[in-house]
């Protein structure tokens, strides 16, 4: 059974989120505080956090920073919960790291398949096969894991599933619509960014010479491809 851990300091947000993510058969944990989100985070060792933004004593973007510099728990998934609509909040969560947000208030039956969703992105193993090797990047599919001149680099479940989508296929252009529905496994209705957001992260770990060789290519006026060597 999959633990969840529900971060927020309204108590219905709480108890709805608990009982829809409870009759879907998972093991549901709470806090309504960022210390308290960070403490059963790193002993109870969830699947997934869903996190509000705005919380009591710690904000949900530095809990979210604070558990991606800990060796433990930068790979958490993290879902983030915002009453703001300012799309600069949005984008600075997915910046950090989360995998996911979601604006108040929400569906319950959507958090439910936000939640599925992130969890398979996060546990999908691709078939054997595969080293791809972009110069000096390689990245092995089946373990999922990148590496540069030899080094792994660190990347989120969802860097990693956007940079296997590009570079299965280098030199075919993708657009943030494909991407969204590739990778995200829903339908997001004008949240382009998102993809952006994601891509400016994944640039910044895989080329950080950003006058180096460009491993992601930026299509203009349709999306991203992956360089073709």
């Not at 879902?79 to 909040?89: H, K, N, Q, S, Y």
């Amino acid at each position: 059974m999959k633990t969840i851990l529900v971060v927020d300091d309204e108590p219905g947000i709480v108890q709805i989120a608990r009982d829809y993510l409870d009759r879907a058969g998972f093991r549901v944990l709470t806090a309504d505080d960022g210390p308290g989100a960070l403490r059963l985070a790193r002993t109870e060792h969830p699947h997934l956090l869903v996190l509000d933004l705005m919380l009591p004593g710690m904000d949900g973007l530095d809990v979210t920073r604070a558990l991606r510099q800990d060796q433990a728990t930068r790979k958490l998934p993290i879902i983030m919960l915002t009453a703001r609509v300012e799309e600069a909040d949005r984008l600075i969560g997915l910046e950090l790291g989360a995998d996911d947000y979601m604006t108040k208030p929400f569906s319950p039956r959507e958090l439910v398949a936000r939640v599925r969703a992130v969890l398979r992105r996060t546990e999908d193993t691709p078939p054997p096969a595969a080293l791809i090797q972009i110069g000096a990047l390689s990245i092995d599919l089946e373990r999922r894991v990148v590496r540069r001149n030899g080094i792994a680099i660190e990347l989120t479940a969802t860097e990693f599933d956007l940079l296997a989508v590009l570079a299965r296929e280098p030199g075919r252009p993708f657009t943030r619509s494909q991407l969204l529905d590739i990778v995200f496994d829903l339908t997001y209705a004008g949240y382009d960014r998102t993809v952006d957001a994601h891509i400016k992260n994944l640039r910044r770990k895989i080329q950080p010479d950003p006058a180096g060789l460009q491993y992601i290519v930026t299509v203009y006026g349709v999306g991203y491809k992956c360089l073709e060597l």
